[in-house]
């Protein structure tokens, strides 16, 4: 295992969340994962989950882990993409791994077929190309624009009534 291999294992490990540089898209892509025997798995694709458009039909991304504790880019490297097709046993291996990570999913009952149905799972290998290494804020990783979104906030914050302002809220 190279120092690179080692440090990618380990960010993936730790964050929750990568960087993907995707085809025809200015900026990078936010996305969460599962880290499981040496690669990166993403679910995108289907009814409420993360879009990733290209990914499923690329061969090779650029991928940014950053640093769980400083935020910081900690390394990008280049992954070979592979889909992980329904019925065979790495999908029968990986999927109920990526259920149990799912956060915040409408509903987690019959999750895996309906991923089987409408979703893709892809599976990024990392390869011995490293694009940069380690860098801090001022490399424009940190200054990536959000994906603009029709979310919203709900509204101004709920109004206290009848309560004592603390110290610190005044």
């Given at each position: 295992m190279t120092d690179s291999s080692?440090?990618?294992?380990?960010?993936?490990?730790?964050?929750?969340?990568?960087?993907?540089?995707?085809?025809?898209?200015?900026?990078?892509?936010?996305?969460?994962?599962?880290?499981?025997?040496?690669?990166a798995y993403v679910l995108t694709g289907g009814e409420g989950e993360q879009p990733m458009p290209g990914l499923p039909e690329a061969e090779r991304v650029r991928v940014t882990l950053?640093?769980?504790?400083?935020?910081?880019?900690?390394?990008?490297?280049?992954?070979?993409?592979?889909?992980?097709?329904?019925?065979?046993p790495l999908w029968d291996e990986v999927t109920p791994l990526l259920a149990k990570d799912?956060?915040?999913?409408?509903?987690?009952?019959?999750?895996?077929?309906r991923w089987a149905e409408e979703s893709y799972v892809v599976r990024l290998v990392p390869t011995d190309e490293v694009a940069e290494g380690p860098g801090g804020y001022g490399d424009g990783y940190a200054s990536v624009r959000p994906v603009p979104t029709p979310a919203t906030t709900a509204g101004p914050p709920p109004r206290m009534i009848g309560g004592r302002r603390r110290k610190a809220d005044r």
């Open positions: 080692a440090l990618i294992a380990e960010a993936a490990k730790k964050s929750g969340l990568l960087w993907l540089h995707l085809p025809d898209l200015p900026q990078p892509r936010a996305a969460w994962h599962l880290w499981h025997d040496g690669a950053r640093s769980k504790d400083k935020g910081g880019r900690l390394i990008s490297f280049v992954a070979a993409c592979e889909r992980v097709e329904p019925g065979t799912r956060l915040n999913a409408a509903s987690h009952e019959g999750q895996t077929e």
